[in-house]
C-alpha cells in the first residue's frame, strides 16, 4: 500500500488504542484488580465504544438506559456476550489483559477488530497463533461454530471437509 490511490490508513486510531490499553494495564496493576474486576472494566469500556450504535437500537426497542443499568454488572456483560462480534471482541481483549505482561500494540486494535467480526460470522479463519490459540483455547471459535487455523498449510483440507460436510 498505497496501492491504485488508496492511501494508508491513519495510525493515530490504533496508536490510541494501544497507549488506552496499556494505561488500562498499568491502572489495573496499581490497583490489583483481579480477573473478574478487570472483565468488568474492560466490557464496560467496550460498552461506552458502541454507545451511539446502541442508544439508536434502544431508541428503536424503547429500551432506555435505566433498563441497562437495572441488569448491574453481571447482566450488562452478558447483554454485550449476546452480541457476536462484541463477544469475540471481549474474550480476546480479556485473554490480552489475563496476561499482564502483555504491551498491546497498535496492530491489536486491527486484529481484534477484524477477527472478532470473523470468528462471529465466517466458517473459516486464518490468523496469527497467538489469536488462534486464544480464540480455539477459550471454546469461542466452537461458540461460533468456526474453523480456526494458524497455518495456511492446513487451508486446503480445511475447506475440503467443509465442502464435503456441505
Given at each position: 500500500?498505497?496501492?491504485?490511490?488508496?492511501?494508508?490508513?491513519?495510525?493515530?486510531?490504533?496508536?490510541?488504542?494501544?497507549?488506552?490499553?496499556?494505561?488500562?494495564?498499568?491502572?489495573?496493576?496499581?490497583?490489583?484488580?483481579?480477573?473478574?474486576?478487570?472483565?468488568?472494566?474492560?466490557?464496560?469500556?467496550?460498552?461506552?465504544?458502541?454507545?451511539?450504535?446502541?442508544?439508536?437500537?434502544?431508541?428503536?426497542?424503547?429500551?432506555?438506559?435505566?433498563?441497562?443499568?437495572?441488569?448491574?454488572?453481571?447482566?450488562?456483560?452478558?447483554?454485550?456476550?449476546?452480541?457476536?462480534?462484541?463477544?469475540?471482541?471481549?474474550?480476546?481483549?480479556?485473554?490480552?489483559?489475563?496476561?499482564?505482561?502483555?504491551?498491546?500494540?497498535?496492530?491489536?486494535?486491527?486484529?481484534?477488530?477484524?477477527?472478532?467480526?470473523?470468528?462471529?460470522?465466517?466458517?473459516?479463519?486464518?490468523?496469527?497463533?497467538?489469536?488462534?490459540?486464544?480464540?480455539n483455547q477459550h471454546g469461542l471459535a466452537?461458540?461460533?461454530?468456526?474453523?480456526?487455523?494458524?497455518?495456511?498449510?492446513?487451508?486446503?483440507?480445511?475447506?475440503?471437509?467443509?465442502?464435503?460436510?456441505?
Amino acid at each position: 500500500m498505497p496501492i491504485a490511490g488508496i492511501p494508508l490508513p491513519p495510525i493515530e486510531p490504533a496508536e490510541n488504542f494501544a497507549s488506552g490499553e496499556n494505561e488500562q494495564v498499568r491502572r489495573f496493576i496499581e490497583y490489583g484488580a483481579d480477573k473478574d474486576l478487570r472483565r468488568r472494566a474492560v466490557a464496560a469500556r467496550e460498552l461506552l465504544g458502541i454507545r451511539e450504535a446502541l442508544e439508536a437500537a434502544m431508541g428503536r426497542a424503547s429500551i432506555w438506559w435505566d433498563d441497562i443499568f437495572a441488569l448491574e454488572a453481571q447482566g450488562t456483560t452478558d447483554l454485550m456476550l449476546d452480541l457476536p462480534s462484541r463477544a469475540a471482541a471481549l474474550e480476546l481483549m480479556w485473554r490480552q489483559h489475563d496476561n499482564m505482561q502483555t504491551t498491546w500494540k497498535p496492530n491489536d486494535m486491527n486484529d481484534i477488530g477484524y477477527l472478532s467480526t470473523a470468528v462471529a460470522y465466517c466458517d473459516v479463519v486464518v490468523t496469527e497463533r497467538k489469536w488462534a490459540a486464544m480464540l480455539n483455547q477459550h471454546g469461542l471459535a466452537n461458540r461460533f461454530g468456526t474453523t480456526v487455523i494458524s497455518d495456511l498449510t492446513d487451508l486446503t483440507e480445511v475447506l475440503v471437509t467443509h465442502s464435503v460436510a456441505a
